[in-house]
């Protein structure tokens, strides 16, 4: 269970919130309201894509992100600039453990300077910040 110690934490630095342990899961399910979730899905599959060690599972998770994110018109397409995605379409051919590396800066950029404030003025966190102090007070009483 989330505690009240660590909703407070996120507000401290986007990097809190997204190395926490339930931080990316309801940072996902607040960027659902914004439509921009496969934001959080693509830099969490890029950490997990980074952990690879077998080369044939590189080169098929490599292309699964690929066709989920990067190219054009992809299903969950993400907002990177066009000289990182040629860079993609050009080392897509043999994949690389840092292949993804600009494009997943570039999308944690823009999470930490646009949805992430709005996260933290958003009904959905200080909804969560307050049932959460309100249990501690409750919990205290008893």
Request: glycine letters at 0%.
């Amino acid at each position: 269970r989330v505690s009240l110690e660590e909703v407070l934490q996120w507000s401290q630095s986007f990097e809190k919130l997204i190395t926490s342990r339930y931080g990316p899961v309801i940072y996902k399910t607040y960027l659902k309201t914004e439509h921009s979730d496969e934001n959080i899905e693509f830099w969490l599959a890029c950490e997990a894509y980074k952990k690879i060690t077998s080369q044939r599972k590189r080169n098929s998770v490599a292309r699964k992100l690929f066709t989920s994110y990067i190219q054009p018109e992809a299903p969950n397409e993400i907002n990177i600039d066009s000289p990182a995605r040629k860079a993609i379409t050009r080392n897509i051919q043999e994949p690389t453990q840092s292949c993804f590396d600009e494009a997943q800066k570039i999308i944690y950029l823009h999470m930490e300077r646009d949805s992430y404030p709005r996260f933290l003025e958003s009904q959905f966190y200080q909804q969560l910040k307050y049932s959460l102090q309100t249990n501690d007070n409750t919990s205290m009483a008893n």
